[in-house]
């Protein structure tokens, strides 16, 4: 295999170990919140990496690699606002966070505005 | 309004040239002619950023800090996380924290929203634009008052986001 066949699949390596992490983030941690942040995982360092490989096997001046570009911008904006929109409708509606979370300052705000 | 069907018009024209990423004269027509017409349709929407403006050496810079400390932070974060989901103890300090911003705009909150929740320790949750604060659900709550937690999550993304929206 060629030099770029390695580095590209040493990208992919990294990209499946973060995917991995991230999916089995999303069964083990405990509330919504922190799994949604384990579904973020699984894009900034799972699907972003796989990019790159793609990038560096086929030349990052070829039509994969300027796909791979628009796709990684796509998924940069996408990701957060998405992951954004699901823990604001989740904390709206009062979906609770786990018993071992430390601190809930919304909470102790409006707490101190009523008193 | 000129001015904005124009710059709408170049970033579509960018964004055409990637995804063809084909130099033919019928798709740089074709081309051509689909980005004024997506100027046309988007530039009511609101303000658009000059394309030639990351051209400025200044702001190149500070987009080129903010890359490699986004770059940097988003790896010792996921890395972090990793930790913290493999480890059999599950060592999370997850809790909601409320931090002051100094982005009084829709495009710095927004910006400073999406860069923030790219770095997976912290995950923007709400904001209020009246008390300028930002509410975040963090894996690994920051210790300290208000500033000193706005310290380790938003704010040192919010000072290279103003050198690269400065006018």
């Known amino acids: 295999m060629s030099v770029h066949g390695w580095v590209a699949a040493a990208f992919c390596a990294v990209g499946l170990f973060f995917s991995l992490t991230g999916a089995i983030g999303i069964v083990r941690m405990p509330d919504v919140y922190t799994r949604i942040q384990c579904s973020s995982k699984t894009i900034t360092m799972g699907a972003i990496p796989f990019l790159v490989a793609l990038a560096i096997a086929e030349g990052p001046l070829s039509t994969y690699g300027s796909r791979a570009l628009v796709v990684g911008i796509l998924l940069f904006i996408v990701n957060p606002a998405a992951s954004h929109a699901v823990a604001r409708a989740a904390y709206k509606t009062g979906v609770p966070m786990w018993s071992g979370s430390v601190v809930d300052e919304v909470q102790l705000r409006r707490e101190d505005e009523s008193e | ?167």
Not at chain 2, 49 to 76: M, N, Q
Not at chain 2, 111 to 127: R, W, Y
Request: charged share 20%.
């Open chain 2, 1 to 167: 309004m000129i001015l904005r069907v124009l710059y709408t018009g170049v970033w579509a024209y960018a964004v055409w040239l990637v995804i063809t990423w084909t130099a033919t004269a019928e798709q740089l027509i074709f081309g051509a002619v689909l980005s004024l017409l997506v100027g046309l349709a988007l530039a009511p929407l609101g303000d658009v950023a000059a394309p030639w403006r990351v051209l400025d050496p200044r702001r190149a810079v500070a987009l080129a800090t903010l890359l490699v400390t986004c770059a940097v932070r988003i790896v010792r974060a996921n890395v972090s996380l990793a930790h913290r989901i493999l480890a059999p103890s599950r060592p999370l300090r997850s809790g909601m924290v409320v931090v002051p911003t100094t982005m009084r705009t829709d495009a710095g909150i927004g910006a400073t929203g999406l860069v923030t929740s790219l770095i997976v320790d912290n995950q923007i949750v709400d904001v209020d634009t009246d008390r300028h604060v930002l509410q975040y659900h963090a894996v690994a709550v920051p210790e300290g008052d208000d500033q000193q937690k706005a310290e380790q999550i938003n704010a040192p993304i919010e000072r290279l986001l103003a050198r690269i929206d400065r006018r």
